[in-house]
């Protein structure tokens, strides 16, 4: 394929496959899946925000599930259509720059300037996506979610302008039919070993393989295909651990038998003991554990209403309330419940998960369960709410 | 035109403020280590992953007979991109003693029975397109 392999041009490739017809048709696949991601990481991004100008809503119970699951699919998916994507535009690379010509200078370093950013900022947030669902952090001084979030809108604003500087060619090849060589690179003429749409299918199939080896962290019934999911789904009371007892922490002051609950509604605290709070009206709930790294598991949750034990404080309802736990460090240690989930009758501060009473990994002796949450703000170790009002 | 005008200034002024997002919200060490990632990703591509590709094709242009060529290519893109999917939960690195829910699959072993069962179906699938085309002649 390649015939001069110290200096290639682009017309040192010449399979017929490394085509615009390929490269469109992928691309719009591509462009798809990288406009669910985008879509469904604001949603987690807005998601966490310590408060919400527009409330959050917290119907239907199962929507960040939903959300966050599909964000992680989509990239998943991408993974396969970005590698055939880019291994069809290769020649491309290898293209001269018009160093005579300022003006066509200019727009070849404004155009392949942002083509480069799209290809770097897009390896990254899968690549960043990926090892952040398998909870590997090889990276020494950024921030995963800040970085994740700007280069997102990168990726985006540099997918906006390829889409519009291919609109004509994209719009021609994907009108033609897939073997048409109107806008084929002259040298592009030699059989590969699949046909064209042979290669395109291929590349869906693959995007297919790789959503089914992972799905199963979100889609229970893929559970037993997904061999390359980060998690079986198995557990304390059938939910997996993001972050145990020991990693934050607490396993002494979540054990102790002094430990009490503090709600706090205006400066006045009332404190509530384990068997307190075993003692009022017990609720139970179906929620489910959504993390953002994309698994998730169906619990049966029992324990107190939030909105019951704030009342008892003496809170109106309409306020935020801040949840602090046990852990003495972290960004989520502690998190804004915004009044609507407070309010929620769903919304619990869990004793017991299936029946039986939290283990230590899951929050002992209670932690927030909330409808459509993402699960890092599903405060585990809980040992304050407070009204600020 | 206009649409794509439209769609090229809508694109710059999201890349402006992802950019802003970066640099108003981590510091200049983090800036460098970001810029160290984003260089790192394009050179992990376009030098390592597409110079084995190309050196696999050529190889496999020279010595796998055309019969076997297509079920090998449809393994190589299936294989290849789920192995490179893979590599966070390939390479365990984000395993925890302290929590046996996190990665909690013998990926590695699945990868090598995944990879053999490739091998199988590629052989297969060769000698019967091998076997077939010869009848054809």
Redesign the interface.
């Known amino acids: ?2 015939s001069r392999p110290a200096a290639p041009t682009p017309d040192s490739f010449t ?1 017929r496959l490394r085509s615009p017809a390929v490269a469109a048709r992928v691309g719009v696949w591509l462009g798809l899946s990288f406009g669910i991601c985008f879509v469904t990481g604001l949603v987690s991004h807005y998601a966490q925000l310590p408060s919400h100008p527009i409330p959050f809503p917290t119907s239907p119970s199962s929507g960040y599930r939903l959300t966050q699951g599909l964000h992680v699919i989509s990239g ?1 998916a991408a ?2 259509l970005l ?2 994507k ?2 069809s535009v ?1 020649p491309k ?1 290898f293209e001269a720059v018009p160093l005579r010509d300022p003006r066509r200078l200019l727009l070849t370093v404004l155009e392949r300037g ?1 083509i ?2 799209l ?3 897009s ?2 947030q899968l ?2 996506g ?2 952040n ?11 995963f979610r ?2 994740h ?17 291919k ?1 004509p060619i994209t719009r021609d090849v994907l009108l033609a039919d897939i073997d048409a060589t109107t806008h084929d690179r002259a040298s592009a003429t030699a059989p ?3 046909s064209r749409r ?2 395109v299918r ?2 869906f ?3 297919g ?2 959503v089914l ?2 799905a199963g962290s979100t889609v229970p019934w893929l559970r037993q295909v997904s ?6 789904g ?2 304390p009371g059938g939910v ?5 007892a ?2 934050a922490g607490v396993v002494e002051s979540a054990s102790a038998p002094d430990w009490r609950l503090e709600v706090v509604v205006g400066g006045v605290a009332t404190s509530w003991s384990y068997d307190d709070l075993r003692a009022i009206p017990q609720h139970t709930v179906d929620l489910p554990i959504a993390c953002v790294e994309g698994w998730s598991a169906q619990g049966t949750w029992s324990g107190v209403r939030v909105s019951d034990l704030l009342r008892a404080a003496g809170a109106t309802a309409g306020a935020d309330v801040d949840v602090t736990s046990l852990q003495q460090a972290g960004a989520f240690r502690r998190t804004v419940l915004p009044a609507n989930f407070a309010g929620d009758d769903r919304t619990l501060l869990a004793l017991d998960l299936a029946g039986e009473p939290l283990s230590l ?1 899951h929050g002992f002796p209670c932690r927030l369960i909330a409808p459509n949450r993402p699960g890092v703000l599903q405060t585990k170790w809980v040992s304050r709410l407070e009204v600020s009002a | 035109m206009r649409t794509r005008a439209v769609l090229v200034a809508l694109g710059a002024a999201l890349m402006t403020y992802g950019a802003w997002l970066l640099l108003s919200r981590q510091d200049p060490g983090q800036w460098l280590e970001v810029g160290i990632w984003l260089g790192a990703g394009v050179v992990a591509h376009d030098a390592v992953i597409s110079g084995v590709v190309i050196a696999v094709c050529l190889l496999g242009s020279r010595l796998v007979p055309p019969a076997w060529r297509a079920p090998a290519a449809i393994a190589l893109v299936v294989w290849g991109a789920l192995t490179i999917a893979a590599i966070p939960v390939l390479t365990r690195a984000g395993a925890r003693a302290d929590n046996p829910t996190l990665l909690d699959r013998p990926y590695l072993a699945t990868w090598w029975a995944i990879s053999a069962i490739v091998v199988v179906v590629v052989a297969v699938a060769g000698f019967v397109r091998s076997h077939r085309s010869r009848a054809g002649e």
């Open positions: 394929m390649v399979s998943v993974i396969p590698l055939v880019l291994w290769l690379l942002s480069a950013l290809v770097a900022a390896i990254f690549a960043t990926v090892l669902a398998a909870q590997w952090y090889p990276w020494l001084t950024f921030s800040t970085t979030y700007a280069l997102a809108w990168v990726a985006i604003g540099a997918l906006l302008v390829h889409i519009a500087v609109l590969g070993a699949l042979a290669l291929t590349s199939a693959a995007a393989v790789a080896a992972t061999l390359f999911a980060t998690r079986t198995e557990g997996p651990i993001n972050k145990s020991r990693a990994d």
